[in-house]
């Protein structure tokens, strides 16, 4: 009878109030929405503002600095001397002001340094909010997962909503986009109405055709081509305009992206001042005055070193997804007007469907985190990278062998994603709490972030430029191969499947205890 009064009182104080739901995931929502600019930022600054791939890269790495920064200054700060939630609060207000510069700068230097200096502010915020939270959450298992996954729920709808003020305030029609190119001096007068009719049309399994629209119906499409007249069948086609009015509109929507930082802004500020609101979570004391010397000391155990260690590698290849997906999304042949019904335009609203996986995954993780290994899950997470990485690379090929549209397999490759964050990154997230102790955990979250959004991420943005270089396909416009530059991540998921199958324990102190 005690027995049983005993779990019962146990289960009901490891029962999440209702308030503190509701507080800690409007807290994550709006932490992760801020980041609504982050999938466009490749095609923002290639096409947008004509930077290199490898000023490109740079402005990655200083977008890392302030996550490098973080263990040493605000992860000593809050487990220290500072309540977390007001460092929040003054950092995300300050960020707010910082990127609103980023909509009206174009010198590569001022928005170089701007950059820097908004990850100083915003960077260690993120590590920071995982920390409040599971500082507040009864049970990491169960109720963690719930309260991260409120920050795709903030991240979807923000990164949708762009997209589709893209579409609306920034992607002219073909008419306009040709006035635009005459008046630019890049299309004589003579040729506008040519132009206007050139259309190129894709059929699955058969090479695309390029030729003048004749006429389009519901049920086919005729173009006048090179060989003379051709009809195809229009519920198996994909029809586009000519390439050089796809690509004028293309710049005209990157332009547009600048309203994402506008955006990010307005969020970050709303984000600062209920930060004040949040659970008081005060500093720690801890036997050392230095609490990140302290969290070294610990992760150098297993299986936290293994965990770091292929978390680093694996944090470049993550890198070249959120730099170059967006772009592949916005110029790759399979996009079709469907999608930007649902997504919009600029690539980020179609990299959603990864964030909604990830919402079914963690909504869910408290069913199965304690069954499976640690080690089980996180080899499926590096498994997901591989389909990913590996669809990506060769859905042409794929269409030619099995006939499988381009459209889909790519669709399926976003939705990896949430297998990949939340049974790797996610996952690490709750390991590196469980193997810490309670009064260095901000530090080692912070330096778990070090790795791989510090270190891993400026690696990986210079690994990103490397094979954006090398894919680059010469010509006037900026062509990958998508072939060849994905390829590389490709094979660097592996790597990282079998150094972890390899190294990592079966059994960690964590399992240990709850066995």
């Not at 000023?55 to 977008?63: D, G, H, R, S, Y």
């Not at 003048?212 to 173009?223: A, F, G, N, P, T």
């Not at 499988?404 to 997230?429: Q, R």
Request: proline share 4%; hydrophobic share 50%; with cysteine.
């Amino acid at each position: 009878m005690n027995d049983t009064s005993d779990q019962s009182t146990d289960q009901a104080a490891r029962r999440m109030p209702v308030g503190l739901f509701l507080r800690l995931a409007t807290m994550m929502a709006l932490q992760w929405g801020v980041w609504v600019w982050f999938p466009f930022l490749g095609m923002f600054l290639l096409d947008g503002k004509e930077f290199s791939a490898n000023q490109l890269a740079n402005i990655f790495v200083v977008a890392a600095i302030g996550i490098m920064l973080a263990p040493f200054i605000a992860g000593q700060l809050v487990d220290r001397y500072v309540a977390t939630e007001k460092y929040m609060g003054v950092a995300h207000l300050l960020a707010a002001v910082a990127i609103w510069q980023l909509t009206w700068v174009d010198s590569y230097w001022a928005f170089l340094l701007i950059s820097l200096l908004y990850s100083l502010l915003f960077g260690p915020t993120t590590a920071l909010a995982n920390s409040l939270a599971l500082h507040h959450v009864p049970d990491r298992d169960r109720h963690f997962g719930i309260i991260r996954v409120c920050g795709s729920l903030g991240f979807i709808p923000a990164s949708i909503f762009l997209g589709h003020w893209l579409a609306h305030e920034h992607s002219p029609d073909p008419p306009r986009v040709v006035e635009m190119l005459v008046q630019e001096g890049e299309v004589p007068e003579t040729d506008r109405a040519e132009l206007l009719r050139r259309r190129h049309v894709k059929v699955a399994g058969q090479p695309e055709v390029k030729g003048s629209l004749i006429r389009q119906d519901d049920q086919k499409i005729v173009l006048e081509t090179d060989e003379g007249e051709k009809t195809f069948d229009k519920s198996k086609a994909t029809i586009r305009d000519a390439d050089v009015i796809k690509r004028r509109r293309e710049k005209q929507v990157a332009l547009g992206i600048a309203d994402g930082f506008k955006m990010s802004a307005v969020l970050g500020i709303i984000m600062g001042l209920y930060c004040f609101t949040l659970p008081h979570t005060p500093p720690q004391k801890g036997e050392q005055k230095y609490a990140f010397m302290e969290a070294l000391g610990e992760i150098r155990r297993q299986p936290l070193i293994t965990l770091f260690l292929v978390g680093l590698p694996l944090s470049c290849v993550h890198q070249v997804y959120f730099i170059h997906t967006g772009r592949f999304i916005e110029t790759f042949a399979f996009r079709t007007n469907w999608i930007d019904q649902i997504f919009g335009v600029g690539g980020g609203g179609m990299m959603t469907l990864g964030q909604m996986s990830e919402v079914v995954l963690m909504v869910t993780i408290g069913l199965y985190a304690a069954r499976f290994h640690r080690k089980t899950l996180l080899l499926l997470g590096l498994l997901a990278y591989i389909v990913r990485f590996g669809l990506f690379a060769y859905a042409g090929q794929l269409e030619d062998v099995t006939g499988i549209s381009p459209t889909v397999s790519v669709i399926v490759a976003l939705l990896m994603h949430g297998f990949c964050f939340t049974w790797f990154w996610f996952l690490g997230y709750l390991i590196v709490d469980e193997e810490t102790t309670p009064d260095v955990r901000g530090s080692a979250q912070s330096l778990y972030n070090l790795v791989l959004l510090g270190f891993g991420a400026i690696l990986g943005s210079q690994f990103a430029a490397f094979i954006a270089n090398r894919s680059e396909i010469p010509g006037d416009q900026l062509t990958y191969d998508y072939t060849a530059l994905f390829s590389w991540p490709l094979w660097g998921s592996v790597f990282c499947f079998f150094a972890l199958l390899i190294f990592y324990p079966k059994k960690s102190k964590h399992q240990k205890m709850t066995r």
